[in-house]
T-cell receptor, first 113, second 113 residues
Framework: AQSVSQHNHHVILSEAASLELGCNYS??????LFWYVQYPGQHLQLLLK??????LVKGIKGFEAEFIKSKFSFNLRKPSVQWSDTAEYFC???????????FGGGTRLMVKP | EAQVTQNPRYLITVTGKKLTVTCSQN?????MSWYRQDPGLGLRQIYY???????DKGDVPEGYKVSRKEKRNFPLILESPSPNQTSLYFC????????????FGQGTRLTVV
């Protein structure tokens, strides 16, 4: 069975600080990895995804993530956060059949102005 | 506008009173699924459907039913709700494929007393 772990449950940063959110997955097949963001009171939106090719993936709003196969990791990064990045972030893995999208427990990010 | 629409957005009900949460998508997606979101647990898949009349259990199906009679609709049915089903529910849809983005509804906050 596939699983996803996000080790940071809550992160508090000041504006302009750099961000890195950890994500580790467990899945025996070819990985298809996603990061979603949920702004307060809203639904989930896709930030970025990886399924093949360049392991460094760039997404919207200046976010990027690096797939490191040997570490089973897909950490999310942003060089300089803004107050508007305050949200909950979810890492997810989809199986090869495409029918199971498994989410991590989420990381709640608060950016102080 | 491409969207996934859930109704109702908020619902308070009593134990044992059957309820249905509707989900409709206008993107002609084959794949639809239901998740529940609980603090610290992320999103857990309840049921999914690969196409009309094709449904299957996710990770936490107990106490829920679904049906997929039409491609655009995927209602979630709680025959006899219990307090442990108090949660935030999301419907999602996508095209087939392992690298496709899932589009989420706005969520339904259900409280069972």
């Amino acid at each position: 069975a596939q699983s996803v772990s996000q080790h940071n449950h809550h992160v508090i940063l000041s504006e302009a600080a750099s961000l890195e959110l950890g994500c580790n997955y467990s899945y025996g097949g070819t990985v298809n990895l996603f990061w979603y963001v949920q702004y307060p009171g809203q639904h989930l939106q896709l930030l970025l995804k990886y399924f093949s090719g360049d392991p460094l993936v760039k997404g919207i709003k200046g976010f990027e993530a690096e797939f490191i196969k040997s570490k089973f990791s897909f950490n999310l990064r942003k060089p300089s956060v803004q107050w508007s990045d305050t949200a909950e972030y979810f890492c997810a893995v989809r199986n090869n059949a495409g029918n199971m999208l498994t989410f991590g427990g989420g990381t709640r990010l608060m950016v102080k102005p | 506008e491409a969207q996934v629409t859930q109704n109702p957005r908020y619902l308070i009900t009593v134990t044992g009173k059957k309820l249905t949460v509707t989900c409709s998508q206008n993107m002609n997606h084959e794949y639809m699924s239901w998740y529940r979101q609980d603090p610290g647990l992320g999103l857990r898949q309840i049921y999914y459907s690969m196409n009309v009349e094709v449904t299957d259990k996710g990770d936490v199906p107990e106490g829920y039913k679904v049906s997929r009679k039409e491609k655009r609709n995927f209602p979630l049915i709680l025959e006899s709700p219990s307090p442990n089903q108090t949660s935030l529910y999301f419907c999602a849809s996508s095209t087939q494929g392992r690298d496709t983005e899932a589009f989420f509804g706005q969520g339904t906050r259900l409280t069972v007393v």
